[in-house]
């Protein structure tokens, strides 16, 4: 009874104490955030608005086979950025690839300064025809209503074209020049691939021997209501995106007749394959762009998710379980695969003698095809499933959060944008930027404006679009970008 009561005594003790520790952990978490001032609102063009609506108009719908798309709709694109950007068409040096692709190099001031690409893409997703009635506005039609630009392309991704241009033929307006050479680089193909567009660009780039100190992409946002736990607007920079791989699984048996069928038909075993996967998930893992995601933000967070992240090893299975509860959080922990095409049978009465099903996995950084294919082999152990490899992309190099051009953005979010945090993360699609990993190992993937979970759906979705106060910001945004590109 005595020894009971010690060990409680001690055991309460002991919780009291570890609880203190925690406490006073949570209190020395101190900010990682820069503290820039704001500026005041640069001055846009009130026909900026009007330029993206126009840019909008051109159904610049990418294709896989380039012999579908329809080439005039780009041509006329091509030819009104000249015309409504005459500074930056004559000033510029211009480069087209593959007919479209476009690539502006203005030349810096100091020659002995690195390069910088900034990026944007022309081509935008069709709009399904059964979609055309949920649309409140005409996808393609360019219309400026209730402070809204509508229609294709709005967020994804001609916002960055046209924002690039506006501040570019803005700033050479005003006779600027800036400190070190800026490219400006529009693919065409983004949304297929890039193969055609960005990769022509990075070709040429390598030839002429150019290593640009960092690359601007799209792949993140400002978001708001989009990170757990945090109501401030946050500003997360990709500094690394996911790997792609798709692997055909299939499988072949003895044949068979339906009125005296085997033990088992192709269909059963494919099933069993994809069953057994399912039951092993790839383990979870905190990758580095993810952890410096919980290192900016856990600090900024109230003080019970502060806590959680001042004591990360204590509260690590909390916090992978929020993260697992959302299918974006649990992209970002974990490499994930979904079977996204099935293949198997013919006729009602003939047993199926070949199955075969397609996994789409996309890697965190860290994993690779090797990886992933012993995992698949390891739980499948079925020797009568062969596995095919039908597309890879490895994970990105992961760039650095605390270099000249990282520190470059953050300041110019935060001069642009007031009342932002910002913080490195990993993007879980793709973007053109990959392309450019040939020749520098700084890329950077954010865009200049404000996402939400109500926004979010626009993505390549219904009734996309910007307000215009978000777009003349992106202007600002990038505009303030170019001038802070000194040393
Ligand atoms: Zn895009």
């Known amino acids: 009874m005595k020894y009971l009561r010690s060990l409680l005594i001690l055991v309460g003790l002991f919780l009291i104490a570890f609880i203190g520790f925690m406490l006073v952990k949570t209190m020395l978490v101190k900010s990682s955030q820069s503290t820039v001032a704001s500026i005041p609102p640069i001055e846009v063009s009130p026909d900026a608005k009007k330029h993206l609506a126009e840019a909008i108009q051109f159904k610049t719908i990418s294709n896989l086979d380039p012999s579908l798309i329809d080439s005039t709709e780009f041509a006329k694109l091509k030819s009104w950025i000249s015309d409504t950007y005459p500074m930056v068409d004559s000033l510029l040096e211009k480069l087209i690839f593959e007919d479209y692709a476009h690539l502006y190099r203005w030349e810096g001031k100091n020659k002995d300064l690195a390069p910088v690409v900034l990026m944007g893409h022309m081509d935008v997703v069709p709009v399904p025809e059964e979609n055309l009635p949920f649309w409140k506005q005409d996808p393609f039609g360019g219309v400026i209503a209730d402070g809204d630009i509508w229609g294709r392309g709005a967020i994804d991704d001609k916002i960055n074209v046209i924002g690039l241009l506006e501040a570019t033929e803005m700033l050479l307006k005003k006779d600027f020049q800036p400190e070190r050479t800026i490219y400006l680089a529009f693919g ?24 640009p100190d960092f690359v601007l992409d799209e792949g993140y946002t400002l978001t708001k209501g989009l990170v757990p736990g945090m109501d401030k607007q946050v500003a997360l920079i990709g500094i690394a995106e996911k790997g792609y791989l798709t692997v055909r699984l299939s499988a072949e048996v003895e044949g068979g007749h339906s009125s005296m069928p085997g033990k088992e038909t192709a269909i059963e075993v494919i099933s069993q394959a994809i069953y057994r996967l399912e039951e092993h998930p790839f383990p979870e893992r905190i990758s580095y762009p993810v952890k410096a995601f919980f290192r900016n933000l856990g600090p900024e967070m109230p003080f019970v998710n502060k806590m959680a992240f001042g004591n990360f090893e204590v509260f690590k299975p909390l916090i992978l379980s929020t993260y697992r509860s959302s299918n974006a959080g649990a992209a970002l922990i974990q490499t994930t695969m979904v079977p996204t095409i099935f293949h198997s049978g013919v006729k009602d009465n003939v047993v199926p003698l070949k199955a075969n099903v397609t996994f789409n996995f996309r890697l965190l950084p860290g994993d690779s095809m090797e990886t992933v294919m012993a995992h698949l082999k390891k739980w499948v152990k079925d020797d009568r499933v062969s596995f095919q490899v039908l597309q890879y992309q490895a994970p990105s190099v992961v760039s650095d959060d605390n270099s000249w051009g990282y520190e470059q953005l953050d300041k110019s979010i935060k001069e642009v944008f007031p009342n932002t945090l910002t913080s490195p993360n990993l ?24 996402l939400t979970p109500e926004t ?31 040393d």
């Open 456 to 486: 979010l759906s626009m993505f390549h979705g219904l009734n996309e679009r910007i307000s215009v106060s978000d777009f003349d910001n992106a202007v600002r945004f990038y505009v303030r970008l170019m001038e802070n590109l000194g």
């Open 188 to 211: 065409h193909d983004e949304e297929v691939s890039g193969k055609r567009g960005a990769k022509m660009i990075v070709d040429h780039l390598k030839s002429e021997g150019v290593r």
């Open 427 to 450: 993007v879980i699609g793709g973007t053109d930027s990959r392309h450019f990993q040939e020749i520098t190992n700084k890329i950077y993937r954010f865009a200049p404006y404000q």
